[in-house]
């Protein structure tokens, strides 16, 4: 098992620039395909990006392609999400979470962070 606990989220201005980190403890991290999710209010959980256990390949989804880097640091036992560019439309929960493999699918994660906030003003 591994606890996930999101941090970095907070209030910013429309295209400023904000990090979140999502620190892994537990079994072994480097074990794990982490994804960043993100939730807005009415809205279904939805993948933004993730990265295979070596960090050697990332997914984005549309909404992240060019603006956010997914990146971690095994080390650390820590996961990265730069954010850039960042729009109203960002605004949302974010989530860490652990998947045994490479996935999309939200059900395949097995553990998740508790999530970090993210408003972005216009």
């Known amino acids: 098992q591994v606890q996930l606990v999101e941090s970095g989220g907070g209030l910013v201005q429309a295209g400023d620039s904000l990090r979140l980190s999502c620190a892994a403890s537990?079994?072994?991290?480097?074990?794990?395909?982490m994804g960043w999710f993100r939730q807005a209010p009415g809205k279904e959980r939805e993948l933004v990006a993730g990265i295979t256990r070596s960090g050697g390949s990332t997914y984005y989804a549309d909404s992240a392609k060019g603006r956010f880097t997914i990146a971690r640091d095994n080390a650390k036992n820590t996961v990265y999400l730069q954010m850039g560019s960042l729009k109203p439309d960002d605004t949302a929960v974010y989530y860490c979470?652990?998947?045994?493999?490479?996935?999309?699918?939200?059900?395949?994660?097995?553990?998740w962070g508790q999530g970090t906030q993210v408003t972005v003003s216009s």
């Open positions: 979470a652990a998947a045994f493999g490479p996935t999309t699918i939200i059900y395949e994660y097995n553990y």
């Open positions: 537990g079994r072994t991290f480097s074990s794990y395909y």
